[in-house]
C-alpha cells in the first residue's frame, strides 16, 4: 500500500522517471536501453475528449458511463456482444479517433499488438468453417467518467482475444489491469502475413528459462504434467491464485532472473515508456526474489503448454493448449491494485473524500 501511496505524491515524476530507467538498466530487469519520455496524460485526455465530440448523442450514452458504474469492472475476452461503443458503428472519422485515442494510452508496441490481434479476427474467419461471424470492426471502446486533466477516469477497449483496462487519477496512470490479451492463431500459417506469432515472444522467454533450470530446479518450477486448458485468473476469479507456486528468482541465476525481468516486460511495455518504468519499479519495490516462475505441459514446442509468474505485485498467466497448441491466452494482473481499486481508495481517504464512489469498494 506505501508504494501505492507514494504515486499521488510523487515531486519530480521526470526526475523520478529518469533514476528508474537507470536503475532498472543497471538491475538489468526490462526497460533497457529505453528513452522514458514525460508524461502522455494530456495527449490521451486530448485525444479521448476528440473521440467523445465526434459522436453523436446516442453514440455518446453508448460508449461512456459514469466511473462508478459497476460496468467498469465487467471484463471479458470471449466474442460477445457487450457494452460500449464498437467500430462498426462509428464512422470512418470517428474509428480513426478511436484509434487515437486508444493508443494514445499505449506504447507503439502495445498499439500495434492490438492492431494486430484485430488482424487475427480476420485470419479466423478465412480459415473457420463458420468464420462468417468472426468480425474485426466488433471491437468496443467505453470510457468511464469524464476524460480531463486531473480528474478520474478510466477508458476500455474490448473484444475476442483482448481486454485493455486503464484507470487514472490525479492525471496519472492509477491502475493498467486486467490486461488481456490473445492470439488465435497463435501463428499464422498463410497469406500476406505468414509467421506472425502476435504472443509468440513470451512463450519463447518462459521456454528457455525452463531449458537453462536444471532438473532439481525444472522440476520445482514444473506444477502440472499438463496444461489447464485456459488462465486461471478470468473474470470474475482474479483472486483465485492466493498462493504463488514454482521456483522463486532468489534462486535463480543472474541470467535467469535478466530473463525473467524481460519477461514481465514484455507485459508491462504494452504501457507508454513514462508509465512502464513506474510499473517495473513498483514490481521490484515488491520483491523480485519472491517472484515464481511455474510451468505446466509440455516442454516440446508445438504441444500444450501454460506458464505463470506470480508474486506480491504481479500475476501472468499464459496458455497455449487450444487448437493443437495454437491458441494462446495470456492475462497480467496487479494482484494489489486490480482496476485501481487499492489506490483511488487510499486515494480518497488521504484526501478526506470521504468513501469512495459506489463501486470502489468491490473486492475480487
Known amino acids: 500500500m506505501t508504494s501505492e501511496t507514494t504515486r499521488f505524491r510523487l515531486p519530480s515524476r521526470r526526475r523520478l522517471l529518469r533514476a528508474v530507467t537507470a536503475t532498472l538498466a543497471i538491475a538489468g530487469i526490462g526497460l533497457v536501453g529505453r528513452t522514458v519520455r514525460g508524461d502522455g496524460t494530456p495527449a490521451l485526455v486530448t485525444a479521448f475528449q476528440r473521440w467523445l465530440e465526434s459522436l453523436t448523442p ?14 467498469r469492472l465487467d471484463w471479458h475476452y470471449t466474442p460477445r456482444r457487450r457494452a460500449g461503443l464498437p467500430l462498426k458503428e462509428m464512422s470512418a472519422r470517428q474509428r480513426e479517433y478511436a484509434w487515437t485515442a486508444m493508443e494514445s494510452g499505449l506504447s507503439a508496441a502495445g498499439a500495434a499488438r492490438a492492431r494486430d490481434i484485430v488482424f487475427l479476427e480476420e485470419v479466423l474467419g478465412r480459415i473457420e468453417s463458420l468464420g462468417f ?18 480528474s478520474t477516469w478510466g477508458w476500455r477497449f474490448e473484444g475476442h482475444h483482448m481486454s485493455i483496462n486503464m484507470t487514472l487519477a490525479d492525471g496519472r496512470l492509477a491502475a493498467a489491469t486486467p490486461l488481456f490479451l490473445g492470439a488465435n492463431p497463435a501463428v499464422v500459417s498463410s497469406g500476406p502475413r505468414e509467421g506472425l506469432a502476435v504472443m509468440g515472444e513470451e512463450a519463447a522467454l518462459a521456454r528457455s528459462l525452463m531449458a537453462g533450470f536444471d532438473p532439481a530446479r525444472r522440476e520445482e518450477a514444473l506444477i502440472n504434467d499438463r496444461p489447464f486448458g485456459d488462465i486461471v485468473s478470468g473474470p470474475g476469479r482474479e483472486g483465485a491464485l492466493a498462493r504463488p507456486e514454482g521456483l522463486p528468482a532468489a534462486r535463480m541465476s543472474a541470467a535467469e532472473r535478466e530473463t525473467l525481468g524481460r519477461l514481465i516486460a514484455r507485459y508491462v511495455e504494452t504501457l507508454p515508456p513514462a508509465d512502464a518504468a513506474v510499473e517495473m519499479a513498483r ?35 499464459y496458455d497455449n493448449s487450444r487448437d493443437d497448441a495454437n491458441h494462446v491466452h495470456s492475462v497480467w494482473l496487479d494482484p494489489t491494485n486490480i482496476f485501481g481499486l487499492d489506490v483511488l481508495g487510499a486515494h480518497y481517504r488521504r484526501h478526506d473524500h470521504g468513501a469512495p464512489p459506489q463501486g470502489e469498494t468491490h473486492t475480487v
Request: proline share 9%; charged share 25%; glycine share 14%.
Open 133 to 150: 461471424w468472426r468480425d474485426p470492426e466488433s471491437y468496443f471502446l467505453s470510457v468511464f467518467g469524464e476524460p480531463r486533466d486531473g
Open 283 to 317: 514490481i521490484r519495490a515488491g520483491g523480485i526474489d519472491a517472484i515464481r516462475f511455474a510451468w505446466a505441459g509440455s516442454l516440446t514446442p508445438g504441444r500444450g503448454h501454460y506458464f505463470r509468474v506470480h508474486g506480491p505485485p504481479v500475476l501472468i498467466e
Open 58 to 71: 446516442e453514440q455518446r450514452r453508448d460508449a461512456s458511463f459514469p466511473f462508478a458504474d459497476g460496468e
